[in-house]
């Protein structure tokens, strides 16, 4: 069974409603190809791993993946947090031989789940220093992606 993680913060569904269409989506990707997290976006910033401000994950491998992060020393400041959860979670579960996914990567790259080539950036100006593609979605885009951590000024 799988679990839907918000944080706050995160407007949507933004697509898909009623019913809560949204969630095929989420589901698919999460039941191909051995997949153990799928979220709205792949970072390829430090390492690639999925965003979390909304993600799935099947229940026992969250608890099992938690599990193997808390059993490592805490983190102590904001970055140690997310390098340790955000980013912990992604290369936990890779280590494991599970894959990782998202709805953009899924989108743009047209495979179910990340195959070690991060998105290229398409739109210049967007910001390179988080190569997240955050920065280069085009409206179009936006209408099939669900969530959202943040408001683009362009749209």
Known sequence: MPNIIVISGVRGPLTRRNNGDWLAEYRRLLDLNNVGIVGSTISCESTPHVQTHIFAMHTELFIKAT???DSGPRAKTWLGIVAQYEVGLSTTLL???YNISSVLYDQRMKTSYFNGTCIPVERKGADLLNPTSWCDIKAEEVRHRVF???I???L
């Open 67 to 69: 599990r193997l992060i």
């Open 152 to 154: 683009f000024g362009d």
């Open 148 to 150: 959202m951590n943040c």
């Open 95 to 97: 280590s494991q031989g």
